[in-house]
């Protein structure tokens, strides 16, 4: 088997860089630093971080495969999308490329926050042990693709504590009803 | 069932023109990131489960978060990029004297893009009417289409190419997994306050926010 060099890998990519491999190349990375940043922090509860981490961690490895297999799947319907009559090889190559990123683009807008939304209570419950923080508790938000439903304060979270969120007085931002 | 699709929607996959603009992974990355900022908080905002309060403020911090990186990866990642593909350059030609030739052979057909852009741009200057421009315009893409394809298809403009290609990748890798999380905390915070979303109430203890969104 020949050694695959830098020189390899640019080539390949110069001939065909499919947006899949972006996006996976990044999962890959956040998957592995942003539990590490999250651990590293020393502000935060242990307990609040180990699951916050775990659910990063998680996220991106739901993230992986669903963009991979999305990209597959649309450059799968290439050859309906491909119209006849054309030099074939050329369009046929130019509709899988495009599809590949609509496919990206389904997994992003909603592949992943579902799978999150269906998986993510069943991940975190195997590695919940004693010292964990309970879901239910700390993530009364759909438990979705990272640590942004950690990020809510508890006290929201709290049905006996007092309303703490205000009616801003700035417009929303982009259309989000407040 | 047979499914047919419409002449235009084929049309427009496989177009060149579009089938390269995904290809480029500044493009692709930053669509993905819009929306990222639209289903994300979406998904949060329409949880059915959740606490009315806490799904609001999850959805808005996550949408500021996507909005922060969206922001920082446009405005930083080109000139992250273009020092990545520099070093990247001079190590692949020092590599081999094959290299060297394909890197050149880049470098020309990049000046060639570069001086018809010019050239179009000086001559719809001059043009008197829109009828004209509109000739100089579809002339422009069909030559510039045709010579791109010409370009894809010789081996030696790929190393180039993929040299730009990876860098790029390295650059969104370095922006979005490790300094967008730390830059967007000190922005996302203040926002959120300003928002109304930070307030604490009466009485209550606000729990600290965890550093990552």
Known sequence: ?178 | MKISIPTPVKNFMSKSTNSELVQNTFVAVSIETVLKMAGRPSFIYLDKKADPEAKKYASVKEFLYQGTCFGLYVALVPKIKHFISGKLIENLKGKSAQNKLDIAYFDRANDVLAKMKARLNSNLKTATNKDAKKVLKSTYSDSVGKLKSMFKENKKYHLGKGATEVSAIAASILMLAILAPQLAHPIIHPVMKALGFDKKPDGAKVAEIPKKV
């Not at chain 1, 609509?102 to 999150?116: N, S």
């Not at chain 1, 879901?135 to 508890?154: F, G, H, L, R």
């Open chain 1, 1 to 178: 088997m020949s050694k695959l060099n830098l020189t390899d890998i640019c080539k390949t990519l110069g001939a065909k860089n499919g947006a899949e491999n972006v996006v996976i190349a990044v999962a890959i990375f956040k998957g592995i630093f942003r539990p590490l940043f999250t651990m590293s922090d020393k502000k935060q509860d242990p307990k609040s971080k180990k699951y916050a981490a775990i659910r990063e961690g998680a996220t991106e490895l739901i993230a992986i495969p669903s963009y991979l297999g999305m990209a597959k799947l649309a450059e799968h319907f290439a050859p309906k999308f491909s119209p006849k009559g054309k030099e074939i090889g050329q369009v046929l190559s130019n509709t899988k490329t495009t599809l590949g990123f609509f496919g990206v683009c389904t997994a992003a807008l909603i592949v992943i926050p579902g799978l999150c939304n269906l998986a993510m209570p069943s991940i975190l419950k195997l590695f919940k042990n004693g010292d964990s923080v309970d879901p239910q508790k700390t993530n009364t938000v759909n438990p979705e693709i990272n640590s942004i439903a950690t990020a809510v304060p508890k006290t929201f979270q709290s049905v006996a504590t007092p309303p703490i969120i205000s009616k801003p007085s700035v417009p929303s931002a982009g259309g989000l009803r407040i």
